[in-house]
């Protein structure tokens, strides 16, 4: 019996887990699974399928977290995966060193599928590491070293984009960073103004910040931002790690505004939620960049064979299931319904907003966003605050819910609020 | 319900645990923190002060400005500063209530993670 046999076969959950924890305890992250034991997150996943993922004690969950997008094409996408097995009898990742056939066409696809005149792909395995990429190209781009980011905003946390999460907890241990980032603030085109210089040479946004607390960027201010940077010969980038490939009710968030950015970064759903992928598409000009230094990235899995197979699997699932169009009427439903919890607990929801399936709920303080991940995990759904932000709850379920779950997750919401309401009550009484 | 004598008592303790403990004060190098404990029932409140993950100073009353203020009822404080309780999931739970930033909830986790392993 070989170790995925043996692995596979275990049915003793009891033992399954007893074994889990202890391997977390003594060889990845004891205090990790202590956070996760504590907010009642300990789910070790079994199952999963469309919108829902089950623990492996069989308890069904709707995921409303979705590893911040990865799962667009819902949990455990049966064609893909059989897709993906089929590859399988065949393929490996690739030699890095050949040409990848697969690598073109989804080059290709992309190129047809994104905004204005992005064309070619450099593939990375993390979003981190495509926006590394991305700022590279830019400087080497345009010969100049200054980056204007956002206050809040999220990139990664590797060497080049580090710097660009507006965030000082991420980045105070390991300082000194990487030099030339300037944040601003979002939403604000006059602060992007005044931090323009002659050495600025991005601008570089998430189209709705993410982990900042689900805020989305006005359509105005996104084309205002377009206008300046190419008065002023500035490259913009968008961040579109979390927000493409349908989840804002579009193929990609910036198609809202009609504004085409430089150069995109995506990650997470490109993926199918199965193997490892992310890239930067540019423009042609700026793949000019590239002629005279081919080695901005070298890695060993970005754009594997298999990688791209999935990828493009993935792009055709979404497209002939028009999941942006599924995400828009789905997220009007759940908007439908968080505005009405927003009325009914007035003191406790601040704010609702986002778009398509890119949700959030705001809260008057940071603790409620973690007591709100525990009371919805007791009542079936799985959601996580926002990590710039906690005040803030995220509801990013699969683009393949449907109306029935989108109403499951809405009682789990009553639910959670109306059980905090008990506890606010109970401590204003003390 | 705990005097303020109790309470007291048990701060003192549990300052002793973090100070003495060199992997704890180590690993909260570069924590700086003033922090307020208020009991509801009793009225009673307390400030900690931590420079960089040595708690220099305690006082009865609140004194100084806080980034960290813990609120619960006077049992529930003696609990935590005994390490009977684990203050998290009494947090998660709204039984103990904290203004502050989720990192430096974190970091109180952190203190009595270390402290109180088993808690």
Request: charged fraction near 25%; include cysteine; glycine fraction near 8%.
């Amino acid at each position: 019996m070989s170790i995925i046999d043996d692995i596979l076969s275990k049915t003793d959950m009891d033992e399954i887990r007893r074994e889990t924890e202890e391997n977390y305890r003594q060889y990845v992250n004891p205090f990790a699974l202590r956070m996760f034991k504590n907010a009642s997150l300990d789910i070790i996943e079994g199952k999963r399928e469309g919108a829902a993922v089950w623990d492996i004690s069989g308890q069904k969950y709707i995921d409303c977290v979705t590893g911040a997008g990865i799962f667009n094409v819902g949990r455990h996408n049966k064609e893909i995966v059989e897709g993906l097995k089929k590859a399988l009898d065949t393929y490996d990742m690739g030699g890095w060193i050949s040409i990848v056939r697969e690598r073109g066409l989804l080059a290709k696809k992309l190129a047809e599928i994104t905004p204005g005149n992005l064309k070619y792909s450099l593939f990375c395995c993390g979003g981190g590491e495509a926006i590394e990429v991305a700022i590279k190209l830019a400087r080497g781009h345009t010969d100049k070293t200054e980056i204007i980011c956002m206050e809040n905003g999220y990139h990664g946390v590797t060497g080049f984009a580090l710097p660009a999460t507006g965030r000082d907890v991420y980045k105070q241990p390991f300082a000194p960073l990487t030099p030339g980032y300037r944040h601003v603030r979002y939403n604000d085109i006059g602060a992007v103004e005044e931090a323009i210089t002659e050495e600025t040479a991005a601008v570089l946004l998430e189209p709705i910040q993410g982990e900042g607390g689900i805020i989305p960027a006005d359509d105005k201010y996104l084309r205002d931002l377009r206008e300046l940077c190419t008065k002023n010969e500035i490259l913009l980038v968008f961040d579109e790690v979390q927000t493409g490939f349908g989840r804002t009710g579009k193929m990609f968030c910036a198609e809202h505004s009609g504004v085409a950015p430089d150069i995109m970064v995506m990650a997470k759903s490109l993926s199918g939620g199965l193997y490892p992928l992310s890239c930067a598409v540019f423009t042609e000009e700026i793949a000019e960049f590239l002629m005279t230094h081919p080695f901005i990235i070298i890695n060993s899995f970005g754009g594997t064979s298999l990688a791209c197979l999935v990828a493009l699997a993935t792009i055709e699932y979404i497209e002939k299931n028009d999941l942006p169009g599924h995400a828009a009427k789905m997220g009007e439903r759940f908007m439908a319904g968080l505005v009405a919890l927003k009325g009914k607990y007035p003191n406790l929801v601040l704010d609702v907003r986002g778009k398509g399936l890119m949700l959030g709920m705001e809260f008057p303080e940071d603790s409620i966003g973690p007591r709100m991940a525990y009371q919805l995990k007791q009542n079936g759904v799985i959601s996580i605050y926002t990590f710039n932000n906690p005040r803030i709850i995220r509801i990013m379920p699969t683009l393949v819910i449907d109306e029935k779950e989108v109403d499951f997750v809405l009682e789990a919401f009553d639910r959670s609020l109306s059980e905090i309401a008990k506890q606010e009550e109970k401590t204003a009484v003390r | 319900m705990a005097t303020g004598d109790e309470i007291w008592e048990a701060l003192a303790d549990f300052t002793d645990q973090c100070n003495n403990n060199k992997r704890l004060r180590k690993m909260q190098r570069d924590w700086t923190k003033v922090l307020h404990f208020k009991a509801v029932d009793t009225g009673d409140s307390f400030t900690m002060k931590v420079v960089e993950g040595e708690i220099t100073k305690n006082d009865k009353g609140t004194v100084g400005t806080p980034d960290i203020i813990v609120e619960t009822d006077s049992e529930t404080m003696c609990d935590m500063f005994w390490g009977d309780i684990n203050p998290t999931q009494k947090y998660l739970r709204g039984e103990i209530k904290v203004k502050g930033t989720q990192e430096d909830v974190m970091r109180i986790d952190v203190i009595t993670a270390v402290i109180w392993p088993e808690v």
